[in-house]
Nanobody
Framework: QVQLVESGGGLVQAGGSLTLSCAAS???????MGWFRQTPGKEREFVAA????????HYADSVKGRFTISRGNAKNTVYLRLNSLKPEDTAVYYC??????????????WGQGTQVTVSP
């Protein structure tokens, strides 16, 4: 069993930055990690993913060049750095974990989410 806890969300002005963290506990060896986001009335949207080693990363086109996913040395913490934030980035951001390679849609475990609100 894997538990995921996100933190770091908040209110920021457009153009600002935030760093989200996801702390994973349990047996996470060889788990890829991902970040997704969701706004009311919309489906959950893939944001970024990273391999177990941290050597492979993937991004949605909408965040490429603005967001950076990374993994701590101990591999059990994943970060999402959000730069140049836009009001349309406002959403609940979720951390997710899966065995194997990174994916944009199929994950086994999910966190509870952290709210990011970007004001104009």
């Amino acid at each position: 069993q894997v538990q995921l806890v996100e933190s770091g969300g908040g209110l920021v002005q457009a153009g600002g930055s935030l760093t989200l963290s996801c702390a994973a506990s349990g047996r996470i060896s060889n788990y890829a990690m991902g970040w997704f986001r969701q706004t009311p009335g919309k489906e959950r949207e893939f944001v970024a993913a990273i391999s177990w080693s941290g050597g492979s990363t993937h991004y949605a086109d909408s965040v490429k060049g603005r967001f950076t996913i990374s993994r701590g040395n101990a591999k059990n913490t994943v970060y999402l750095r959000l730069n140049s934030l836009k009001p349309e980035d406002t959403a609940v951001y979720y951390c997710a974990a899966r065995v194997g390679i990174p994916s944009s849609y199929e994950y086994d475990y999910w966190g509870q989410g952290t709210q990011v609100t970007v004001s104009p």
